[in-house]
């Protein structure tokens, strides 16, 4: 008798087919801090991790709390990330915390007596650790963010890949062939090799932040063994400067789409820009800024550049990705600007 009439329901469409819960999506925003790197991700969980925070000016800070508050929709920073001590990385932070709570602080290791690449340093870094009072909390290789999850149904990993110049050590796994390519880069002494490197992993979606990491730490993350995998989405390493984005990396994570963070006269640089577009795979890059330095520079369609002029210390616009755990991803300039939707492979 139930069977009866069960099917009865079901054939007048009155049972409605179980639903699978949504699961929310990942929004990811590159705020122009003309040429520093500033990064927002809101977790599907609604919370809030900053990578780096442009530099230490007051344009920068409104700029970060003005997309914060009213494009994401948050009210504070629950997780701040130095991707290393530069200070068109950390140097904001100070100026955003008095605009709304930063609740926790990262960084790539001890903090150094100095970085003699920075002239900076030595005013701002006091100033930070006045800031965090010491509770930086050291990311390593292999960490996993601490962050909340909304939901059984996708979970959000943030995981560190590498930091203070060192790699997840991987010695099992399949060579990696792209890495005859490589052209042996040197060391580099700097900071920017210490550089923090994240994985943003949401189901089938990837997102790669490696901060200003330089070719030689790049190739390590790839080498022997490819310890990234391919990703969706690829923020160009170190603005865009040729001094990164080795082509063994790039062949090796083979992005979809990548955002460049440059600004008008810092990245985007010719070799850099011709190996993003010359690389199989890559479907759309998208600039911050166009590179007006002068001679011929490789800028990608202007359709797809968020900031084509200067536009000094007034508003500028930014950068959004949308994902979903399927893969799927928008990028869209600003709230009205541009906007390309890449459905899941
Ligand atoms: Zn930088």
């Given at each position: 008798m139930l069977t009866v009439l069960l099917s009865i329901l079901l054939g007048l469409g009155r049972i409605p087919a179980p639903q699978m819960p949504q699961a929310p999506p990942l929004h990811i925003y590159w705020i122009d801090v003309e040429g520093g790197g500033c990064t927002l991700v809101v977790t599907p969980a609604g919370e809030a991790i900053l990578v780096d925070a442009g530099w230490d000016l007051d344009r920068d800070a409104t700029r970060i709390y003005d997309v914060a508050t009213k494009?994401?929709?948050?009210?504070?920073?629950d997780y701040f990330i130095a991707t290393h001590w530069h200070s068109d990385h950390y140097g904001g932070i100070i100026r955003v915390s008095h605009r709304m709570p930063v609740k926790k602080f990262y960084g790539n290791g001890p903090f150094p007596d100095s970085v003699p690449d920075d002239p900076a340093f030595p005013e701002l870094m006091p100033r930070y650790r006045a800031l965090v009072d010491d509770h930086s909390i050291i990311l390593r290789a292999g960490d996993m963010m601490p962050i909340r999850q909304a939901s059984s149904v996708a979970k959000l990993e943030v995981q560190v890949l590498a930091a203070g110049r060192q790699v997840e050590d991987v010695t099992r796994g399949v060579p990696n062939p792209v890495c005859k390519e490589t052209e042996n880069p040197a060391p580099d002494p700097t900071q920017t090799a210490d550089s923090i490197v994240l994985l943003f992993r949401y189901g089938k979606f990837t997102f790669f932040d490696g901060g200003d990491l330089t070719r030689k730490m790049e190739e390590e993350l790839v080498c022997?063994?490819?310890?990234?995998?391919?990703?969706?989405?690829f923020q160009i390493d170190h603005h865009g400067l040729d001094l990164s984005n080795s082509p063994v990396l790039i062949h090796s994570i083979k992005p979809r789409v990548v955002v460049v963070n440059n600004g008008p006269d810092k990245g985007a640089e010719p070799k850099s820009m011709q190996t993003l577009f010359s690389a199989p795979g890559v479907e759309t890059v998208w600039q911050?800024?166009?590179?007006?330095?002068?001679?011929k520079q490789l800028n990608t369609s202007p359709e797809f550049i968020a900031n084509p002029q200067r536009e000094g210390n007034g508003k500028a616009e930014f950068i959004q990705a949308t994902a979903e755990p399927d893969g799927a991803m928008t990028v869209q300039i600003g709230v009205l600007g541009t906007r390309r939707d890449y459905p899941p492979k």
């Open positions: 494009a994401a929709g948050v009210k504070q920073i022997p063994v490819n310890t990234v995998g391919a990703v969706e989405l911050v800024h166009r590179n007006l330095k002068p001679g």
